[in-house]
């Protein structure tokens, strides 16, 4: 076995120089440990200076005010919550609202910026001058602007619940919100939602080995109507043995407001309608951007199979432009996570106004709450991130 020589000092010296990403000689090995210095320095300047900003108001340190009660009521929560609950508790809903405008806004902003995309590298004129100019107008206009617009000016222009617009009697739009049916469980919801997973689970499966035969083979199994059959009829067939799995109570108007049903407040379809409507323009070019990278000859070549444009673009084009696509849409998504912050301005109770902002001004633990806050947004992006590049190996694994 051989023995690997010793390397002199002045060799690993310059390893360790180059590593540092400093100049050569000592001078610059120097210069990398004051660098070091002048930050432990800093860092040590603003710790002091916080405990003692601490002691001065004495605001005693640390978490222990998450068990206080909150002593406030929320417009909005996904769970059970009242005044009387914790800190921790206003921590959850503010986390769970921030969750669910974000989700939905993806959601909404990605099938819009698909479709205005394919506006515009659509053949018709009209089309394309339409989604063109979307683009160009949102873009262009600040987000904060956009929400006021949303709030202010169209839903705060609605009428007054007495006068609400009335859809089958059952559901009611007004300035104070969208009024729906409530939908109550009853004895054969969870059957129900077993059947339905069920029947999903098998479909997918069908699905699977029909595509498995068809590259192994090339033989081509039809397994839509069986899993239509699945997906419908299986839960069909819950219902008729155990039972509806949910009855609806449906709101009343009584004296100036409704009661019964569930309210989606306005100050979530605006933040929604807007973070959709504002991202959805930078994921169409970037959409756009990704077709136009895959070679025109993709286009022409399906074209010559007699497969239609949208069939085309389906099966061939952007399955290849995801891999341009994936890396820029990410980011749109983490800025519309960010984004849904200025939710504050106009009311909505996400984790910024409800634990950032009125759970600081009653407890003063600034630095608690302002750290709390930004390590579950770093987490979010992180998480974010992890799934969409999962996303894009699975892509790049499938496409060779």
């Known amino acids: 076995m051989a023995i690997e020589p010793r390397k002199p000092p002045s060799q690993l010296l310059a390893r360790l120089q180059r590593a540092l990403g400093g100049r050569a000689g000592w001078s610059g090995f120097v210069l990398q440990l004051l660098f070091v210095a002048a930050l432990a320095w ?16 004495r605001i005693t340190a640390g978490f222990g005010f998450l068990a206080n009660n909150a002593g406030f009521d929320v417009s909005q929560s996904l769970i059970p919550y009242s005044g009387s609950d914790p800190y ?47 683009v160009e107008l949102i873009r262009n206009l600040p987000l904060l602007f956009q929400i006021l617009f949303w709030y202010l000016a169209v839903l705060a222009a609605l009428p007054n619940p007495r006068q609400s617009i009335s859809v089958f009697d059952s559901f009611f739009l007004s300035n104070r919100g969208l009024v729906i049916p409530k939908p109550i469980g009853t004895p054969g919801f969870e059957p129900f939602v077993a059947a339905v997973l069920l029947g999903i689970v098998v479909a997918i499966a069908l699905g699977r080995y029909a595509r498995r035969q068809l590259f192994d083979s090339g033989k081509v199994i039809k397994v839509w109507p069986y899993a239509l059959g699945l997906v419908v009829g299986l839960p069909l067939l819950s219902a008729l043995i155990f039972g509806l799995p949910v009855t609806f109570e449906v709101p ?18 605006a933040l929604t309608l807007a973070l959709s409507t504002y991202t959805a323009a930078f994921i169409a070019e970037i959409v756009r951007a990704g077709i136009l990278s895959v070679h025109r000859g993709q286009m022409e070549a399906g074209s010559s199979l007699g497969l239609q444009r949208g069939s085309v673009l389906r099966l061939i084009v952007i399955p290849q432009a995801m891999r341009v696509i994936l890396p820029p849409l990410t980011n749109q998504y983490l800025n519309l996570t960010k984004n849904s912050s200025l939710a504050v301005a106009i009311g909505y109770p996400d984790l910024v106004s409800v634990f950032a902002g009125t759970t600081l001004s009653q407890t003063g633990q600034a630095i608690e709450i302002i750290g709390i806050t930004m390590g579950v947004y770093l987490l979010i992006s992180l998480v974010t991130s992890a799934i969409m590049s999962f996303y894009g190996w699975r892509i790049s694994r499938s496409m060779g």
Do not use: D, H, K, M
Request: glycine content about 12%; charged content about 10%.
């Open 42 to 57: 800093i860092l040590y300047e603003i710790v002091a200076n916080a405990r003692a900003n601490l002691q001065a108001q």
């Open 88 to 134: 921790t508790r206003v921590f959850v809903v503010g986390l769970l609202n921030t969750l669910l405008v974000s989700v939905i806004g993806i959601f909404f902003a990605t099938l819009i910026g698909f479709l205005v995309a394919l506006g515009r590298l659509s053949p018709n004129w009209l089309l394309s001058r339409i989604s063109g100019g979307y």
């Open 252 to 269: 009343v108007l009584r004296g100036f407001n409704f009661a019964g049903g569930s309210r989606v407040i306005p100050e979530f379809v």
